[in-house]
Every structure is written in structure tokens, then in C-alpha cells.
């Protein structure tokens, strides 16, 4: 992406696409972070809070547990993403090896 006014959750997602990523593994964990973020504590909570506890599917949860399951799921993104790096610059590798063998 070349607009640097985007978002970066939304340059992050272009990748994701672009290299065929899940979003839904990698993405939207980190929605429902900036989400809680944006909504809750971190500003005054208004009206969004409940919503954004719905849609991320956490409204069940009693507070102590959304606090330790927001996390869990950020932190398993941010793994899953490691991995996907890790795959892209392998393929990448293996790539730029082959074209030069040809």
C-alpha cells in the first residue's frame, strides 16, 4: 500500500490478501483489539462498548474474561502472522532461487 494515511490494520490486511493469508485468523483479532481499544476503557465508554463486545463475540464473558481472551486472541494472531511472514519469505526465496537457476 502507498497511502500513508491508511490505517495499518488495513495495510496489514491488504498483505494478508495479497499473500492469501486467512484475515479472519490473522485480521480480526487485531479488530477486535483496536475495537475494545477504541471503545472502552482507553476513552470514556459509550455506546459502541456493548456492540463491540457482541460483534468480537466476547458479550458473553464476564470482564475478567474478556480481558484474559482479548489478549489470548491478539497473541495467537500475532503468531499465526510470524508464521505467514515466515512462509511468504521462504516462497519468496525459493523463488528468486529458481529464476536464477533458469
Known amino acids: 500500500m502507498t497511502d500513508s494515511k491508511a490505517q495499518s490494520i488495513n495495510c496489514l490486511e491488504a498483505w494478508v490478501a495479497a499473500t492469501e493469508g486467512d484475515s479472519d485468523t490473522l485480521i480480526r483479532p487485531l479488530c477486535i483489539l483496536q475495537g475494545c481499544r477504541s471503545t472502552g476503557p482507553a476513552h470514556l465508554r459509550g455506546r459502541d462498548w456493548h456492540a463491540t463486545l457482541t460483534r468480537a463475540g466476547l458479550d458473553g464473558l464476564r470482564p475478567d474474561e474478556q480481558c484474559v481472551q482479548v489478549p489470548t486472541l491478539t497473541g495467537d ?6 508464521l505467514h511472514a515466515e512462509s511468504q519469505d521462504q516462497t519468496a526465496r525459493h523463488s528468486s532461487g529458481s529464476s536464477l537457476r533458469s
Open 77 to 82: 494472531a500475532l503468531n499465526a502472522f510470524a
